[in-house]
Each structure stands twice: as structure tokens, then as C-alpha cells.
């Protein structure tokens, strides 16, 4: 399986290495080597004094891209009470006489009512997922964990979100939705979003089939997600975001990604250990090892884009070796999320 096979690199490229504190204990050779676990969420990689000035920053540049959408007034599918019209359908005892259309009733001699597009706030939903594996030490050559990367990301889009009116709710999400920030409206809560994140922290096992399950059955109001995750779903994406699609929550996709992810810092034997599961495997990694992973890697990304290009979900590829606010940017300048 694609996933599988990509879990496996994850292990390769960090080979050895501790998982989170409270996920089990340091392994004697990590021990040997001196490799530092992840650092707490709560330091100063994730919110440290600027923080705020750069999330104001990204606010600014996303009005500048978004000129001339009205805040809070944003167009929903929500058929109701508003000033645009959307659709005829017939009238039956009981509806508003008010809206009849009394010109293409003449025409067509049946009593046909108009329908509106509605206009209301959105409720913007950002999916973080928090398995373990998210929480893993970098590769060489990379900064933060994904964890890190996701956190701000989610603290960006926040922000950005707030800024302009909307209602923001977060869920950390594993095997099931590991918290919830239920949906607030305001720029004043972003203080409380920030107090969130930085109380996350890695459990469970990557199961986004079965987290969105719970999510979409727990959540009244629909409104655009957004999933943020590296997608190394052993039981598969797939139904996560079918599950969001056909529920009428409008979904996008944001991969965290290592390039480093396919590319095992050593060649040679080595002990493999599958940082949720805790299944191992002994290995010798060789050129044509090596050679295979990366295969693999662009084979499972490819196979997420087509699934997203064919389900006309919005995808954009978030590389965690850059810093979050030009990722921000970029994904800004992508559109498809806060539109």
C-alpha cells in the first residue's frame, strides 16, 4: 500500500530517533547519539514575540489580495432570505406570497416563487491532525516537526479569518477529534486560539476517516474546512475527505511535507519502528532502497492531487522546511480557502 510504504520512509528518516515525551521512552541508541526529543508546542519555535506582528502582516497582504470582498457578507449555497436571486421553484401552500414572481407566473401560467442567495458569516473549520507520527523529529536538513508547521499555519489562517468577521472553530484530530475550539467570531479571540494550540499535543493514531466521521456528525453548521495533515493514512484519505465533500463542508486539502520524508539519512542495516503503531522491522537500506522510497513518495503525492483534481477539492502542498508566513503567502496567492 501506498501509505504503508510511506510510513515506512517517515521511519527510515528517522530511523532510530525518540518519539514525543509521554509516547514511550528514548530507545538506548537514541540515547547513545544524544538526539533531543520534540520540543513542548508551547515554545518559542511556535509563538514567540513577533508571532502577532506577522500573523498582522499576513492579515494585511490577505485584504490586499481579497479587495472588494465585503466582510462578513460572504455568498453561501444556503438558499434564504437575501437580495440576490438564485432560483424559480413552484410555489405550494404555505410559501411567502411575497416572493412569488408574478411576471413569470404570466408566462408560464403556474405560480413559481424566487429563491435568494443567502448572505451570513462564514464558519471556517481548520482539521489538524495530531497523531503521533505528526510530532516525529525532523529529518536532517529540516527545522521544525510538521506539528510546528501546523500549528502556525492554523494560527495564520485564525487570524486571517477573525480579522475579517468570520466564525473560526478548530478540531485536533487522530483516530477521533482529540479537542475542540468551538466556533468564535472576533479578532479579540485570537488570544484564546493561540492558548488552544499551544495546549496540543500528540496521540493516537492517523485514522482521518473516522475523525471527520465524528466531526461532521457533531457539527450543525456547515462551512469551508480546511485539513491540514501529511495525509500517512494507512486506512486512507480517501473517505475523510468524501466524508467532509458530501456533507456540505466544502473542503480543502493542505499537505505538510518534508522533502526529506523519502530520503534515509544513512545506508545500511537499520531497525525501522512505525512511530504510532510501534511495529518494527529490520531493513538494509541501499541505493535501490533509497531509489524505491522516493518512488514511492512521488507516487503517493501524485495520487493525492489526482484525487483532489477529481473531487475538485482545493490542494496545496505546505513545505515544512520553509518559514510559515511565506508558506502562508503563497497559499494566500493560491486562493481557494478564505474567498
Given at each position: ?80 432570505p437575501g437580495i440576490e436571486f438564485a432560483d424559480h421553484r413552484d410555489y405550494v401552500p404555505g410559501d411567502d406570497y411575497r416572493y412569488i414572481d408574478w411576471n413569470a407566473a404570466g408566462r408560464s401560467s403556474r405560480l413559481l416563487l424566487r ?48 480579522s475579517d468577521l468570520d466564525r473560526v472553530g478548530i478540531a485536533a484530530v487522530s483516530d477521533g477529534i482529540n479537542a475542540f475550539f468551538p466556533p468564535a467570531r472576533g479578532k479579540n479571540h485570537i488570544f484564546k486560539v493561540l492558548d488552544f ?143
Amino acid at each position: 500500500m501506498v501509505q504503508t510504504s510511506q510510513r515506512t520512509a517517515n521511519s527510515a528518516a528517522a530511523a532510530e530517533r525518540t518519539q514525543l515525551p509521554n509516547h514511550g521512552p528514548q530507545t538506548k541508541a537514541s540515547k547513545a547519539r544524544g538526539d533531543d526529543v520534540v520540543d513542548d508546542p508551547r515554545s518559542s519555535v511556535l509563538f514567540n514575540d513577533d508571532l502577532l506582528n506577522r500573523l498582522e502582516y499576513l492579515n494585511l497582504v490577505a485584504r490586499k489580495i481579497f479587495a472588494g470582498h465585503e466582510a462578513a457578507k460572504r455568498r453561501t449555497k444556503k438558499l434564504g432570505p437575501g437580495i440576490e436571486f438564485a432560483d424559480h421553484r413552484d410555489y405550494v401552500p404555505g410559501d411567502d406570497y411575497r416572493y412569488i414572481d408574478w411576471n413569470a407566473a404570466g408566462r408560464s401560467s403556474r405560480l413559481l416563487l424566487r429563491l435568494f442567495e443567502e448572505q451570513q458569516d462564514l464558519c471556517l473549520y481548520i482539521l489538524l491532525d495530531v497523531s503521533r507520527s505528526m510530532g516525529l523529529p525532523p529529518p536532517t536538513g529540516s527545522t521544525v516537526p510538521k506539528l510546528h508547521c501546523g500549528i502556525q499555519l492554523t494560527a495564520a489562517l485564525a487570524y486571517i479569518a477573525l480579522s475579517d468577521l468570520d466564525r473560526v472553530g478548530i478540531a485536533a484530530v487522530s483516530d477521533g477529534i482529540n479537542a475542540f475550539f468551538p466556533p468564535a467570531r472576533g479578532k479579540n479571540h485570537i488570544f484564546k486560539v493561540l492558548d488552544f494550540l499551544s495546549e496540543l499535543t500528540c496521540s493516537g493514531v492517523t485514522q482521518l476517516g473516522q475523525a471527520t466521521k465524528s466531526f461532521v456528525h457533531q457539527t450543525r453548521r456547515r462551512g469551508p474546512t480546511v485539513l491540514i495533515s501529511d495525509y500517512y493514512d494507512i486506512s486512507g484519505y480517501r473517505q475523510a475527505l468524501r466524508l467532509l465533500k458530501h456533507h456540505g463542508f466544502d473542503p480543502c486539502a493542505i499537505q505538510l511535507y518534508d522533502a526529506n520524508d523519502a530520503n534515509p539519512p544513512t545506508l545500511g542495516d537499520a531497525t525501522l519502528s512505525d512511530a504510532e503503531t510501534g511495529a518494527t522491522i529490520d531493513l538494509t537500506i541501499s541505493k535501490a532502497t533509497h531509489t524505491a522510497l522516493e518512488l514511492e513518495h512521488q507516487r503517493f503525492c501524485g495520487n493525492l492531487a489526482d484525487f483532489c483534481l477529481d473531487k475538485h477539492i482545493p490542494l496545496f502542498l505546505a513545505n515544512t522546511q520553509l518559514p510559515f508566513d511565506e508558506v502562508v503567502l503563497a497559499l494566500l496567492r493560491c486562493g481557494g480557502i478564505l474567498r
